[in-house]
């Protein structure tokens, strides 16, 4: 893997894999920081909540190691920017943020983020090992058929929006060059570009935990990427987590 490799990731390029975020928790002892997976195929790939992501090749699939990050949220939110920018920067396409990071392109998902963190090695003597791997898949190829045949009602890619063909290699390296330079930014700037992109922002939703649902209004994001929200009982914050967040009449905002 040769082509623009942002400085600092080892990237490992696979055929197959049941899923690159898998892939990375079971080789966990031998991968740096920094390494990337990505694979022309998953086969079980992972999605938030415990959802299945259904793809095949026309997406791209890649998981991202970080070890030792001083936040596991930051990196949701950076993640989610990175994907974005990389659509604008490449194909002018613009892209907003579902909050927390579902990637939104003419009212549909195009990509989906799972950030995994764990610590490992927790001893009294010793610092354990944090890490956290950042799973992206984007919808890239697939034609508007694949997604009304797995029933992705609100699933759509680059090419089923916008017709031709891209470069899933291209996106994943310039994908990879953004994380790198958001990281290095202080944080409350990524946070305010997240702010620009976050299309929930301004909408009533519903916020749907379990079998539990309230509805608010999407006020802003704090300033480690929760959104505030309010409704008739005040003000209230909502952490990433499990909350499922919904437009008032079903959309995807
Ligand atoms: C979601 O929106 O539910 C998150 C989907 C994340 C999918 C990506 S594809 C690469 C990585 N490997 C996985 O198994 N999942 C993530």
């Known amino acids: 893997m040769h082509r623009n490799n942002p400085i600092n990731f080892n990237v490992i390029s696979l055929p197959t894999a049941e899923s690159t975020n898998t892939y990375i928790k079971e080789h966990i002892d031998e991968l740096s920081d920094n390494t990337v997976v990505i ?29 030792n ?9 950076i993640s989610a920017v990175a994907v974005c920018q990389a659509l604008q920067m490449l194909y002018g396409i613009t892209a907003g943020i579902k909050w927390t990071n579902d990637i939104i392109c003419e009212n549909k998902k195009v990509c989906g983020i799972l950030c995994e963190s764990s610590i490992k090695g927790y001893t009294a003597d010793k610092e354990p090992d944090r890490y956290m ?21 609100d699933g759509a890619s680059l090419c089923s929006l916008y017709g031709g063909e891209y470069d ?18 202080a944080f409350s700037e990524v946070i305010k570009i997240y702010r620009g992109l976050c299309v929930t922002l301004g909408k009533s939703v519903r916020l749907i935990q379990n079998n539990c649902e309230i509805t608010a209004y999407a006020k802003d994001i ?9 409704n008739e009982s005040g003000e209230f914050t909502v ?7 919904r437009g008032m009449n079903g959309e995807y905002v």
């Open 39 to 67: 694979a022309d195929m998953q086969t079980n790939g992972r999605g938030r909540l415990g959802n299945k992501w259904i793809a095949d090749k026309g997406a791209l699939s890649m998981s991202v190691l970080f070890r």
């Open 222 to 230: 704090d300033e480690n990427g929760c959104l505030i929200c309010e």
């Open 168 to 185: 899933k290699l291209e996106i994943g390296l310039y994908v990879l060059r953004r994380l790198a330079i958001l990281q290095g930014m």
């Open 133 to 153: 791997i950042c799973g992206i898949g984007l919808n890239v190829n697939q034609n508007g058929a694949f997604f009304k045949e797995c029933g992705l009602l």
């Open 239 to 245: 952490n990433s987590g499990v909350v499922r967040v």
């Open 69 to 77: 990050i001083p936040s596991a949220q930051n990196m949701t939110v």
